[in-house]
């Protein structure tokens, strides 16, 4: 981006004005599908505007943590695809997918929105335990919310598969679904100057300054934040940033339904 549309974008963003017309708060258009993949107990795609990725969620049979012999497993990962975005390549995975698969298992672990105990099957030696795999497709800025969405549809979309005589059977799903009982969402909110928005396109995000993305449960309840950019944030900033966080927070969730 050259300095001049750096500034013009700034300016507009100081009057309130994005460049394609929703307003500060405003989220652009938000479509969440499930049951996509055949191949994956629970799946979903979600796509904010022409940012685009899927989660997938694998349940299989584990041996618990030595620390933890009556919990099931839990774990997330991220994949940013090269063909999702000029700027991912090949290769082990890159601080930004880290970052973004931390910032879901957090999500979900701080607020025990999936029951660690009702996977056991017999503690110290065999629980069941939860892959979320999340991808990109294709990336125009937010996708450490579009990814939250994403595995939280996933993760209701997904059904136990039969497991008989020690045996698990992937192409026998029965109607059992995995014990959740929150949906935390992340939000981020962006600072470019004194603005603070959210979901910006690609060319928004390249200009902030620091993020907050700010993880709540159904009654408000804060469960995860993360901190990003160099920026520095006030106390005014982060509480700002907390009650936007909350109220996005609330209007997705209903989107998932």
Known sequence: MNKEQ???IIQSLKQGVRLDGRDLEEYREVIIETGISATAEGSARVKLGETEVIAGVKIGIDKPFPDRP???ILMVNAEFLPLSSPDFESGPPGIESIELAR???RGIRESKMIDLKKLCIKPGEKVWGVMIDICTV???GNLLDAAGLAAMAAVRDAKFPSYENDQVD????TEKG???SKLPIPVTIFKVGNV?????????EDLYDARLTVTTEESGQLCALQKGGEGPLSADDVKKMLEMGALKGAELREKLG
């Open 6 to 8: 750096k500034k013009h």
């Open 70 to 72: 009556d919990d099931g």
């Open 103 to 105: 910032v879901v298992d």
């Open 138 to 140: 294709n990336v125009d």
């Open 170 to 173: 992937y192409k026998k799903m």
């Open 178 to 180: 995995l014990p959740y």
């Open 196 to 204: 603070f928005l959210v979901d910006p396109t690609e060319e928004e």
